[in-house]
């Protein structure tokens, strides 16, 4: 058993064994039915509540999953024909959606063509139901009521009544103590004037203004509509009374990709037909066209009339449908205007010709080249984006297309490098200055060579595979300072010319200009020394040549506590580390090899004298052994109580004070171990277990070996 769309006038409540027959069979289909209807789960329960039901009859069936009610079949289908969801037909059961927000539907066309959305459809491909307009709440006055509304009246002062009456079919309503009052077409305001009218033979208190009234509508009635045409869900819709053309679209899911925008009809029962232009909406939020629907109201979209293409820099790139007199600056303005980046000098017009205008062969196309030409009067009638746009007439299907300013490299551009601010490259402009392109690189960096500059132009003649001319151009100093006196403000250097004394120079498309470097400029480079002298401090180089012994010199010379042996030296430029010097030599002698040519970046650092030798590792107690001169490292291995027995004597090591490390020294059968000085210290390490013999496969392998040779022996005295 399915729905279908209603047939008028055949409709009735289903039967309990109809309802309950669905609800068993198919219950996922009144789920969805109840979905489509766009109620929350709370409105549906107001609304079954207020129709005098169990608000609680459809749980089953909501998105909430409740439990089941209890309600009976006849209370279910009830509810279900309360809100306008199910009616029964000879056919059997059927449904009449109440909704107004978006319906749902699988394989909706994303309305694209060449790449371009049609304009305005994607503002009904919402599924909401933020569209619907209420069934209940308060109304203009000028609504004009009808059967099925439902109307509040309080009486308020010398009698206190409220009364909720609803509109009969005959257009009448009855109040208590009153009698029947017609109220068929009447507004809000006009019921409120026949009312006191009425009440007053019955409430004196009116007369008198000692009793008021007060009139709402506490529910709307519901108008059958009918949405066809080019919409997603062509069908019949049950709408409040207050709902417009508007609504029903946004009901039936809007136009299609094939619908019109700028001419929906709105076919009335009486014959007269009234046409809404949704551009009006779509572009200003006029709502003003858009009128309220009556029972029976027809809302026909046909199929869109002309319509255009318009790609590239505008605001908005889309299809448009083109109304009855509009042109190309009507669509522009439609699509938002130009782009920031639109080149504004000339539009194109891409047209399929008609079929008179076709000549031999395959000239069915015609490009339509437009000149724009500057406007400066924003009230011109064909004004845009300060430009005219030339009156020209559109033809269905014609593609517009503006075009971009070209990017930097498709256009013209010069190149500004090396001692600026801001390296790059900059649009070129007639005229263009070297001062103008060092100024939009932020001027020059310290230790620009202010004299000249270079630029590299591409040349006039390439017969001899010429690539470039060098160009020598002279500067001054006020591309420093940019001040009008031009008076010099810097870093000392080389001598530059005189402000103003440089004459002006044009650049040229693809010039390459190079600010460059003083020669020889460096900035202050530092160096460290720490420890044992009198001012230990960063101390700047003075020449490229400064060394080691200028250094101690400039701090002091060396402490009484001072062990230059044990000076050490770090080159951090480079990630050098250590650099093995011997300080007495260099302090002594400065033509001495270890009077090295300081780096900047070097950290020199000269201990105090420690008269101790450290004993570490594979010995019996590792202990600090006072420096005994001419001592051997037998001597220091003794006083640590000698080697363990996992001790590798081939590898122990002596590490100076200045970081110096040496190892044994060995010469055939012949080793000698380095001595230990002030501030050493000895290392024993332990023996590799992988490295030791195995003198029980070394005696397996001789038995083997031996009893090879003995078997030999044997056959050969045979």
Do not use: C
């Not at 033979?201 to 059958?224: E, K, P």
């Not at 050493?680 to 070996?705: F, H, N």
Request: charged share 20%; proline share 8%; hydrophobic share 40%.
């Amino acid at each position: 058993m399915a729905f279908h769309a209603p047939v008028e006038g055949d409709a009735q409540v289903p039967s309990p064994q109809e309802v309950q027959r669905l609800t068993q069979q198919n219950p996922e289909l009144v789920r969805q039915r109840i979905r489509q209807s766009g109620l929350s789960d709370a409105e549906i329960r107001a609304r079954l509540q207020a129709a005098g039901l169990p608000a609680d009859a459809l749980d089953p069936f909501l998105d909430t999953g409740g439990p089941s009610s209890g309600a009976s079949s006849a209370e279910v289908g009830s509810a279900l024909a309360s809100l306008g969801l199910a009616t029964v037909t000879p056919d059997g059961l059927m449904n009449v959606p109440t909704v107004t927000g978006f319906q749902t539907s699988a394989g909706t066309s994303t309305g694209s063509s060449g790449g371009l959305p049609i304009f305005g459809i994607g503002q009904f491909r919402r599924a909401t139901s933020q569209f619907q307009p209420l069934l209940s709440g308060p109304v203009p006055g000028d609504y004009r009521l009808g059967p099925g509304d439902r109307i509040v009246l309080v009486l308020t002062g010398d009698v206190q009544r409220a009364h909720e009456i609803e509109v009969t079919r005959e257009g009448l309503i009855l109040i208590p103590n009153v009698g029947q009052v017609s109220v068929t077409n009447l507004t809000m305001d006009g019921l409120e004037a026949v009312l006191r009218e009425r009440l007053a033979s019955a409430y004196s208190g009116i007369v008198r203004g000692t009793t008021t009234l007060d009139i709402s509508v506490s529910r709307l009635r519901t108008n059958q509509i009918y949405v066809m045409g080019e919409v997603l869900q062509a069908g019949a819709y049950q709408l409040s009374s207050v709902a417009t053309a508007l609504n029903a679209l946004y009901a039936a899911g809007g136009p299609t990709d094939l619908g019109s925008l700028r001419d929906v009809q709105i076919r009335r029962r009486d014959g007269e037909t009234v046409t809404l232009d949704l551009y009006d909406y779509l572009l200003e939020g006029d709502t003003s066209g858009d009128p309220v629907l009556a029972q029976g109201d027809v809302v026909f979209v046909p199929i869109r009339g002309p319509h255009v293409s318009l790609a590239g820099a505008v605001v908005r790139p889309a299809q448009y449908e083109v109304a009855e007199g509009e042109d190309l600056v009507d669509v522009l303005r439609a699509s938002g205007g130009f782009a920031p980046d639109a080149l504004r000098r000339r539009i194109t017009i891409h047209r399929v010709l008609r079929p008179a205008e076709r000549g031999a062969g395959l000239t069915d196309r015609a490009a339509i080249d437009l000149a724009l030409s500057a406007s400066a009067d924003p009230r011109a009638p064909n004004h845009l984006g300060g430009v005219a746009i030339p009156p020209v007439g559109l033809q269905n299907g014609d593609s517009i297309v503006v075009n971009s300013v070209p990017s930097l490299e498709g256009g013209y551009y010069v190149t500004v490098r090396g001692r600026v601010q801001m390296p790059g490259r900059f649009p070129w402009q007639p005229g263009m200055t070297l001062r103008d392109v060092v100024e939009l690189a932020r001027g020059p960096t310290v230790g620009a060579d202010l004299r000249e500059a270079e630029v590299s132009r591409l040349p006039d003649a390439r017969q001899t595979g010429e690539l470039a001319d060098l160009l020598r151009v002279p500067m001054d100093s006020s591309y420093l300072t940019g001040a009008g006196d031009g008076a010099y403000s810097g870093p000392g250097g080389v001598s530059f010319p005189p402000a103003g004394s440089a004459p002006t120079f044009e650049l040229q498309p693809y010039d390459q200009v190079n600010i460059l470097l003083q020669p020889d400029f460096q900035l202050q480079r530092e160096v460290v020394i720490s420890g044992e002298v009198p001012v230990p401090a960063r101390y700047s180089l003075r020449t490229k040549d400064d060394r080691v012994a200028d250094l101690v010199g400039r701090a002091g010379g060396l402490l009484p506590t001072a062990y230059p042996e044990g000076a050490q030296l770090y080159r951090n430029g480079r990630n050098l580390g250590r650099v093995d010097i011997d300080l007495e030599d260099a302090l002594a002698d400065p033509a001495n090899p270890y009077n090295v040519v300081l780096e900047p970046g070097d950290s020199l650092h000269i201990p105090v004298y420690s008269p101790t030798v450290e004993v570490r590792g594979a010995v019996n107690s590792a202990v600090t052994v006072l420096y005994r001169p001419g001592e051997g490292l037998d001597y220091y291995l003794e006083n640590a109580g000698g080697l363990r027995s996992d001790a590798d004597k081939g590898r122990i090591s002596v590490r100076y004070a200045n970081g110096r490390a040496e190892m044994r020294d060995k010469f055939l059968f012949w080793s000698s171990y380095p001595e230990p000085g002030p501030g050493s210290v000895v290392t024993v390490p332990q023996e590799d277990p992988d490295d030791g013999i195995d003198y029980r496969g070394l005696i397996r392998d001789l038995v083997a070996v031996t009893g090879s040779l003995a078997t030999v022996i044997i056959v050969l005295t045979r």
